[in-house]
């Protein structure tokens, strides 16, 4: 069973960066989907940013394009958001996803991902 704990989260001034953690555990040696998602309070939970953990192929929403990069570090079993010029609407708990194994997301759905994380909040102030 994967598990997934993000941690990172903080409260910034817009124009700020933060970077989000999420340590991984349980998968197995198949390529998976990791990805990013995020909700604001009242709102539908949206995919932010999504790897494969064999290739690293990335996909982003447009509005993070440009300011927000996924990546991994395979050894240590760690998943990456790096925000950088934050804004207000970014603000929001953001949550780690991963698939099942081999399963592929060619697109940031919530339904090509089946573990979550308990999400972390990240707050961004004008």
């Known amino acids: 069973q994967v598990q997934l704990v993000e941690s990172g989260g903080d409260s910034v001034q817009a124009g700020g960066s933060l970077r989000l953690s999420c340590k991984v555990s349980?998968?197995?040696?198949?390529?998976?989907?990791m990805g990013w998602f995020r909700q604001a309070p009242g709102k539908e939970r949206e995919g932010v940013a999504r790897?494969?953990?064999?290739?690293?192929?990335?996909l982003y929403r447009d509005s993070v394009k440009g300011r927000f990069t996924i990546s991994q570090d395979a050894a240590n079993d760690t998943l990456y958001l790096q925000m950088n010029n934050l804004k207000p609407e970014d603000t929001a708990v953001y949550y780690c996803?991963?698939?099942?194994?081999?399963?592929?997301?060619?697109?940031?759905?919530?339904?090509?991902?089946?573990?979550w994380g308990q999400g972390t909040q990240v707050t961004v102030s004008s």
């Open positions: 790897i494969y953990t064999d290739g690293g192929a990335t």
């Open positions: 996803a991963a698939g099942d194994p081999w399963i592929t997301c060619p697109t940031l759905q919530r339904r090509n991902f089946a573990h």
């Open positions: 349980g998968r197995t040696g198949a390529n998976y989907c």
